[in-house]
């Protein structure tokens, strides 16, 4: 005997669609990161947040920690929405609407990943300087040359 349908709850098909939507490569093209979200409680104004950090230069020190935990609440919430559409019984409505809110997630979380690539960028930088300094300090030693660039008396 068939399992009955209750009407309006999403199918298994249309569930399959909805996660399929979730996880494209793309999902995030063109998505609005939510004004705010509800998450543990409290209520996130987490566009605010993305555009006010993204705004720095450098993200400051007591504001790094900041931003680790809202992308831990990030995620956490984002697997329980994403476990929400997979597993619970849904109507379409609220199918559509968890699919809105974890693809804004995953463009804010984005956002907020890309901040690390900017350190990384000024760290690598500030490693090669060093390598150079090293590396012409190394062959002034060997020339036998002085911080000047005139040469010591080698032979």
Request: hydrophobic share 40%; proline share 3%.
């Amino acid at each position: 005997m068939p399992l009955a349908v209750q009407p309006g709850l999403v199918q298994e098909y249309e569930r399959e669609r909805l996660l399929e939507q979730v996880e494209r490569d793309a999902a995030t093209v063109g998505a609005a990161i939510p004004d705010r979200i509800e998450v543990a409680g409290e209520t996130i104004p987490l566009k605010r947040f993305v555009f006010e950090v993204k705004r720095l230069d450098q993200v400051p020190e007591a504001k790094r920690e900041e931003v680790a935990e809202t992308k831990t609440l990030l995620r956490r919430e984002r697997r329980a929405h994403k476990r929400e559409l997979a597993e619970d019984d849904i109507d379409r409505e609220r199918g559509e609407e968890l699919v809105q809110t974890i693809v804004g997630i995953d463009r804010a979380l984005n956002a907020l990943e890309s901040l690390g690539a900017t350190d990384l960028e000024a760290e690598m930088a500030r490693s090669e300087a060093a390598d150079r300094k090293r590396w012409l300090s190394f062959l002034d030693s060997v020339l036998g040359e002085d911080e000047s660039g005139k040469r010591r008396g080698v032979r």
